[in-house]
């Protein structure tokens, strides 16, 4: 079992800033990949960023050049820095993470991020 906790949602206005904290707990020994999704009203769970099975990173064509996925392997915590937020960055997003082997997905609870205009 994997637990993930995140933090670091909140208010901020268009072309601001956050930074969002996903720490793993449990069987950390058996993720092979890590990300962030987010989910806006009315929309569909969409990808974020990831850190693929191989290490390397991807990030959504939206906000390439505005958010960057990061970790601290000593933490095992996750983040992602949002740079250049957007009225439609608003979404709760969501950490993943994907077991090795079984290939079972968790998530965590979920942070609201909320950009005004």
């Known amino acids: 079992q994997v637990q993930l906790v995140e933090s670091g949602g909140g208010l901020v206005q268009a072309g601001g800033s956050l930074r969002l904290s996903c720490a793993a707990s449990?069987?950390?020994?058996?993720?092979?990949?890590m990300g962030w999704y987010r989910q806006a009203p009315g929309k569909q769970r969409e990808l974020v960023a990831t850190?693929?099975?191989?290490?390397?990173?991807n990030h959504a064509d939206s906000v390439k050049g505005r958010f960057t996925i990061s970790r601290d392997n000593a933490k095992n915590t996750v983040y992602l820095q949002m740079n250049s937020l957007k009225p439609e960055d608003t979404a709760v997003y969501y950490c993943a993470a994907t077991q090795r082997i079984t290939s079972t997905n968790y998530w965590g609870q979920g942070t609201q991020v909320t950009v005004s205009s």
């Open positions: 449990g069987s950390v020994f058996s993720i092979a990949a």
């Open positions: 850190f693929t099975v191989r290490g390397s990173t």
